[in-house]
């Protein structure tokens, strides 16, 4: 059964920083693709970064271009998303999603590219 769990959320200053994780089980790491999208009360859930299965690529939106890096953990489950120099238009409802298959494509920021999510974590910017 596939899983994602992830954690690491909470209340931050602005200027702060936060390390979330995404803990999968069920497959192999390896082979999917892994994205990291956030959504805001009242906006769409948006892509924040991806990491490509089959050569390591990475990718992020522009607005957490330079402060957010998505990283492979040595544990082979798991996936973080290191995210500094926090604003408050970060506070957002964090998810991580897998895709359901290998792909030879790069990752991508669309929803729709990914079969499984998880249940998300808070992440609060606030003085």
């Known amino acids: 059964q596939v899983q994602l769990v992830e954690s690491g959320g909470g209340l931050v200053q602005p200027g702060g920083s936060l390390r979330l994780s995404c803990t999968t089980s069920?497959?192999?790491?390896?082979?999917?693709?892994i994205g990291w999208f956030r959504q805001a009360p009242g906006k769409e859930r948006e892509g924040v970064s991806c990491?490509?299965?089959?050569?390591?690529?990475?990718y992020y939106a522009d607005s957490v271009k330079g402060r957010f890096t998505i990283s492979k953990g040595n544990a082979k489950n798991t996936v973080y998303l290191q995210v500094n120099r926090l604003i408050p238009e970060d506070t957002a409802v964090y998810y991580c999603a897998s895709e359901g298959a290998w792909s030879p494509r790069p990752c991508g920021l669309g929803r729709d590219r990914y079969n499984y999510w998880g249940q998300g974590t808070q992440v609060t910017v606030s003085s």
């Open positions: 069920g497959f192999n790491l390896e082979n999917r693709d």
């Open positions: 990491i490509s299965s089959n050569n390591g690529r990475t």
